[in-house]
């Protein structure tokens, strides 16, 4: 068994992450051990069983932002978020301000019936252990957040980060529980700067993301 562990521990397999070189490396070497010790196959003759994976999110070419008129880049001046739902949605924009500066709830500061409709712009402050105590962990944060967004009937979110203490966040979504039904972005500062010059404008915001599949 030590020998097994430190064959698949080794640097060639890679971390053995899905659809990776050292992936098909360890599967291979399992299945040479199970063959040397007379274990027969379940699957009729073949010793794997094969089935599609998601793989890496891919932006497509689709990915524009628009506010009050201006064009912004994707992967300069914003980017589409993975695990948002591709699609295209115009509609204004109300800012939540900093959600985790007075509650673990990150809809304290603004009512349902505010969102309806538009694209939320909030910051993105998930709680940290250097916060203090008696926060939500930020996947519970997140999975709040996403609810009080399905419950508003929002058009989608648009994070944001104005303190210079917490580093431009790659949010990733892929593994939180349910569907993400509406567009979400990530804008750096400039791009909030100018939504706040002008406010009353609309977001005319487009998401292009698939997810490539694995075997």
Same mark, same amino acid.
């Given at each position: $068994? ?34 040397? $010790?007379? /274990? ?33 880049? &994707? ?34 500061? /603004?009512?349902?019936?505010? $969102? ?8 993105? &402050? ?9 926060? $939500? ?57 100018y939504m706040m010059q ?10 292009n993301l698939y997810r490539?599949?694995?075997q």
């Open positions: $068994i030590r020998t097994d562990i430190y064959r698949l521990a080794a640097d060639d397999m890679e971390g053995r992450e899905s659809g990776t070189e050292g992936e098909v490396r360890a599967a291979h070497y399992i299945k040479e051990r199970m063959q040397e $010790i007379g /274990l027969q196959p379940v699957f009729g003759t073949d010793y794997f069983q094969w089935f599609p994976i998601p793989g890496e999110w891919v932006w497509g070419e689709e990915n524009n932002l628009v506010v009050a008129g201006h064009a912004f880049e &994707h992967e300069i001046d914003f980017f589409s978020i993975p695990g948002s739902a591709s699609t295209r949605m115009k509609a204004g924009y109300v800012y939540t301000g900093d959600a985790t500066t007075a509650s673990a709830d990150p809809a304290h500061a /603004l009512a349902l019936d505010k $969102i309806s409709g538009k694209y939320f712009v909030m910051e993105y &402050h998930p709680p940290s252990p250097a916060e203090g105590e008696g926060r $939500i962990g930020a996947r519970e944060w997140m999975a709040s957040l996403l609810q009080f967004a399905r419950e508003g009937k929002a058009a989608g979110i648009v994070f944001v980060n104005t303190r210079p203490d917490r580093d431009d966040p790659r949010i990733d979504f892929r593994n939180m529980p349910g569907s993400i039904g509406f567009p979400m972005i990530f804008a750096y500062g400039h791009v909030f700067e002008h406010p009353g404008e609309y977001i005319d915001l487009s998401v490539e599949e694995l």
